[in-house]
């Protein structure tokens, strides 16, 4: 198994993300980013962006919606 760049599961579940609802925010974000430290990156970014309250799944699986919450959201460790 590969070692995770970022935890992002752990995130989903602070955020109280189902399964399901992971499943289909990595399927969009993999469609956005070939590289897989950058999609871990987003989906971390995006799952914590829920957890904090200023998305929801339904925000970030809107059609049209490109990029995820800004980077600089992002606490790197922690």
Same mark, same amino acid.
């Given at each position: ?10 995130? %989903?579940?602070? +955020? *109280?993300?189902s399964?399901g609802d992971? #499943?289909?925010l990595? =399927? /969009? ?5 070939? &590289?897989r ?9 995006i799952?914590? %962006?829920?957890? +904090? *309250? ?5 925000? #970030?699986?809107?059609? =049209? /919606?490109t990029?995820?919450?800004?980077? &600089?959201?992002l606490r790197?460790?922690?």
């Amino acid at each position: 198994m590969l070692k995770k760049y970022f935890d992002y599961e752990a995130a %989903a579940r602070q +955020a *109280g993300i189902s399964p399901g609802d992971l #499943a289909a925010l990595r =399927g /969009r974000v993999e469609r956005d980013y070939p &590289s897989r430290l950058l999609r871990e990156l987003h989906l971390s970014a995006i799952c914590k %962006a829920i957890a +904090a *309250g200023r998305w929801t799944v339904a925000d #970030a699986l809107k059609p =049209g /919606r490109t990029q995820p919450p800004p980077i &600089s959201d992002l606490r790197i460790g922690g």
